[in-house]
């Protein structure tokens, strides 16, 4: 079965600080996608990054970093220079290949940008 | 570039009716899923299709029931409508196994 931990329900900063989302996920199968998704307040569900079992290279993308660790299974999410509009519900979620295609989220982190 | 369109955005409804949302896909996507969120949970996976049929099922009760189309549009199909059933309800495209994109979601209330 695949599992994905997100421990910190809730985070709030002050706009500007740097802040790491953590996720650590759980699988007995060798190949399978990691996933960040964002639920700003509006509801939608945004597509933020992939990242295949086989790639530990780190991904940097403007403000946003991910760095995925499968010594530890872990898949974390760093935001450079925090600001308000990053204020949403981010979800890490595991898809494996082998089973069903289908997302496994984590409980999701609670983020709050505060000016 | 199109997204996924959800229909309606909004629904209310009463115990024991019953609901149809509706999916239309990113075009030339051709599997679709659907996904159930309730109030501060994270999404839970209910059904899926690919080239128009089952590909999954998840935790969807037997109330519920789904299709995909030939023009691959999807539509959730749910009877006897219970209070618990109020949430949002997500729809998802990929192309075959890839990236899934999410519409904007319905919301459905149960009074």
């Known amino acids: 079965a695949q599992k994905v931990t997100q421990a910190q329900t809730e985070i709030s900063v002050v706009e500007k600080e740097d802040v790491t989302l953590d996720c650590v996920y759980e699988?007995?199968?060798?190949?399978?996608?990691l996933f960040w998704y964002k639920q700003p307040p509006s509801g939608e569900l945004v597509f933020l990054i992939r990242r295949n079992s086989f790639d530990e290279q780190n991904e940097i993308s403007g403000r946003y970093s991910w760095n995925f660790q499968k010594s530890t299974s872990s898949f974390n999410f760093t935001i450079t220079a925090s600001q308000v509009v990053d204020s949403a519900v981010y979800f890490c979620a595991l898809i494996s290949v082998q089973g069903a295609q289908k997302l496994v989220f984590g409980q999701g982190t609670r983020l709050t940008i505060n000016p | 570039a199109a997204g996924v369109i959800q229909s309606p955005r909004h629904l209310i409804k009463e115990k024991r009716e019953t609901a149809t949302l509706k999916c239309y896909p990113i075009p030339r996507h051709d599997t679709v899923y659907w996904y159930q969120q309730g109030p501060g949970q994270d999404p839970q996976f209910l059904i899926s299709?690919?080239?128009?049929?089952?590909?999954d099922k998840g935790s969807i009760p037997d109330r519920f029931s789904a299709q995909q189309f030939s023009d691959y549009h999807s539509e959730l199909n749910m009877s006897s409508l219970e209070l618990g059933d109020s949430a949002l309800y997500f729809c998802a495209s990929s192309l075959q196994w890839d990236i899934q994109y999410f519409g904007a979601g319905t919301r459905l209330s149960v009074l």
């Open positions: 299709f690919y080239e128009k049929m089952q590909s």
């Open positions: 699988t007995r199968d060798t190949t399978y996608y």
